[in-house]
């Protein structure tokens, strides 16, 4: 897997991952935030579980889990638009996760490049981004 930032020397292994040190919620969830690898932009937010995370670092292929569907979710699966795993990142807390990814086309479900495409500026809400064309 190539990684996205040099390191520097000063950086070390800190030991083996084990998926159970993540904090989960009750629910066996924790958030994953997905960004893109080349230019910093945060793509989206969605759940994953032990599965899911364990999946996602064997095949390099981001794998979701669906509250709605309560099934595994290969982000771009069906749509073609496809995450696939650069870095993978846990936060100081090991209660939210970080998946540097190269994006297929959109990564919202809106068609849109970013889930994070409204802003609120001066109490008003403001699209930043239209749905992209294929």
Known sequence: MQKVFTMSKDVVPSGSFDVQDLKFDSAGLIPCIAQDADNGEVLMMAWMNSESVVRTL????????SRSRQSFWVKGESSGHVQTLVDFRLDCDQDCLLALVHQE???CH?????????????????????????
């Open 105 to 107: 086309g959109a990564a």
């Open 58 to 65: 064997e095949t390099g292929r981001v794998t979701y889990w």
């Open 110 to 134: 809106t068609h849109r490049r970013s889930c994070f495409y409204t802003a609120v500026r001066d109490g008003e809400k403001t699209e930043l981004m239209t749905p992209m064309t294929d």
